[in-house]
Structures are given as C-alpha cells and as structure tokens.
C-alpha cells in the first residue's frame, strides 16, 4: 500500500505571525519556516503503518515554489521513502492545491493520503475535503486512532460531542488531529541520509482562479478590563452584558 503525504512550509508555530510593511500580507523575509505540524503529525503515522507492515511505501508531496524542497528534506529525515515537488509560483487557494494533489494521487495509485486537518497559516482545512471529493474517495477528519485492516480503514475522530469512529475501504482520506501521536525527532545521520534519498520535482499547473483579493492584513486589537466582582450574581450578570 502507497501512502501519499502532503508536507506544507509555514511559518514556525512558536513564532508570532505579523503584517508586512504595506499591510496586505504576512511578513516572510528573514522568519523562520517549518513543516506544517499537523502534516508532521501525518507523516509520523504513515511512517508507523510502514513499520507495522501495513504500507509498502511513504511519499511526501509538497506544492509551491521552490523553498518546498527544504521542507520536503525534512520530511525525509524523518523516515519517508521519497519525496515529490510539485512545483507553481505564486499563492495558491485551496481549490487549486486539491486539484493538482488529485492529479498526483492518481498518478501514482496511492490507496491512503493522510494529510494535516488544516495548516497553521491559513487555517481553512479546505484542501482534504476538496481532494476527497475531485477523488471521490471516502474522508475521516480530526483522526486520533487510526487501524487499517485487510484493506479497511478504521478511525477514531474527535467530532464536537466526543469521538466518532467510522469505517471505509480502501482507498480513502485520512486528516490528523494533534493527540493521534507525537512525531519522531530527527537526528543528524537521518539529516544527512535524506540528502541520498530521491526528491523529484514536476511543473505543475493550476486548472481553477484564485476568486478573492487580500485586501489587508492586521493584528487584532485586544482589550483587557481588570475588575473584582464583589460575588457570583455580579459576575453572572457582566458575562450577561458582554453577550448582549
């Protein structure tokens, strides 16, 4: 079984993302970028059905400008097979991210994509629902438990009344949530190693338009009132305010 991985370039979680000097994007130039840590998270559980025997294979993809094959590197380190660039300039909407996967995806007969729920930086999870239904293949979102059986797919999901599990066969869609594992840490000989490791890089194309403009780009302005409520009825009808 193939297990294709799509590997996201963001900006380091543990950094504070800020406007750019005019205002209409986020500032890249000099801040430190890192995968995607749900793709992260993704990639440790691909690499984990190949050590139990369940994947022949792990391919982290990865769409964008040239800077991916950093990305993609690390994804190697970590234990992937090999690694495809699928190379456009400019930004990217969701749509067409999910189109020039679905083409990749067939080309390469892959039974399972496990992919992040959502990247950090835009915070839209669009990409997998969209991939799942170009693909029209069956999706299980916000996985924290994932067994694969005899070509079924097996998941627990976190949904908004508490876990959710739902069965599919093969093949079919799998997003990661945080608490499924904890990915591996990278050694330098796992560094050096992915330098060998095939990284192919394609031209690819985008088949739909981008449809929205950014018109600017701001940090939200946040205000604090400190104040001591003499008891509960005082707090219970502050809260009453604020919601009205």
């Not at 800020?18 to 995968?35: F, I, Q, T, Y």
């Amino acid at each position: 079984m193939r297990v294709l991985v799509p590997f996201k370039r963001t900006i380091d979680y543990h950094l504070t993302a800020r406007p750019n000097a005019a205002g209409n994007a986020v500032e890249l130039a000099g801040v430190k970028m890192a995968p995607n840590p749900f793709d992260e998270i993704a990639l440790e559980e691909a690499l984990r059905l190949k050590e139990a025997g369940i994947a022949t294979e792990v391919v982290a993809i990865a769409v964008g400008d040239t800077p991916m094959q950093e990305t993609l590197r690390t994804a190697l380190a970590m234990g992937a097979d090999r690694a495809i660039h699928l190379e456009i300039p400019g930004e990217l909407c969701s749509l067409q991210v999910a189109d020039i996967l679905k083409n990749l995806v067939l080309k390469e007969q892959a039974q399972l994509v496990l992919m992040g729920k959502q990247a950090i930086d835009t915070d839209a999870g669009q990409v997998p629902s969209m991939l799942a239904e170009l693909l029209g293949w069956a999706q299980a979102n916000n996985a924290f438990k994932v067994a694969i059986v005899e070509g079924r797919a097996t998941v627990a999901c976190e949904a908004d009344h508490g876990v959710e599990t739902v069965e599919f066969p093969l093949p079919g869609i799998i997003t990661a949530d945080l608490r499924l594992n904890t990915p591996r840490l990278v050694s330098m000989p796992q560094i050096i190693k992915a330098r060998t490791k095939p990284l192919q890089t394609e031209a690819a194309t985008a088949k739909y338009t981008i449809s929205y403009t950014r018109t600017q780009v701001f940090v939200p302005q946040q205000t604090r009132q400190n104040k001591i409520l003499p008891d509960v009825t005082s707090l219970a009808a502050t809260i009453k305010g604020l919601q009205s």
